[in-house]
């Protein structure tokens, strides 16, 4: 078993920012991510515990990867804290 396969999701967070309201993330990952009714905006479902982030791991992780502005954040409980650049989001898919 590699390091990638114990890791767990601490906290997903959205670049406000730098989010243009694809909705790319909450179709990988609808638990997670919503859409807000009437605003061009994506926002972290409120109810979010651990159990749900362990659940969505992979949909997590292919939101970041298919996400075009890379304003998703993941930061792991092994100290990583990745975006949709991190190469290592590939690796983490297949583990
Ligand atoms: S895929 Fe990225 S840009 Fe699109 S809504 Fe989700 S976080 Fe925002």
Redesign the pocket.
């Known amino acids: 078993m590699t390091a990638s396969r114990l890791a767990r999701i601490l906290r997903v967070s959205?670049?406000q920012d730098?989010?243009?309201?694809?909705?790319?993330?909450?179709g990988?990952a609808p638990e997670i991510?919503h859409?807000v009714n009437g605003q061009w905006?994506?926002r972290l479902h409120d109810d979010i515990d651990d159990q749900a982030l362990q659940r969505n791991f992979r949909p997590v992780i292919r939101?970041a990867r298919?996400?075009?502005?890379?304003?998703?954040r993941i930061e792991l409980d092994d100290g990583r804290r990745l975006d949709?650049d991190s190469l290592e989001l590939g690796l983490l898919l297949n583990t």
Do not use: K, N, T
Request: net charge negative; proline share 4%.
């Open positions: 959205i670049d730098v989010c243009c309201a694809h909705y790319l993330c909450q990988e991510f859409a905006a994506v939101a298919c996400c075009p502005v890379s304003a998703i949709g």
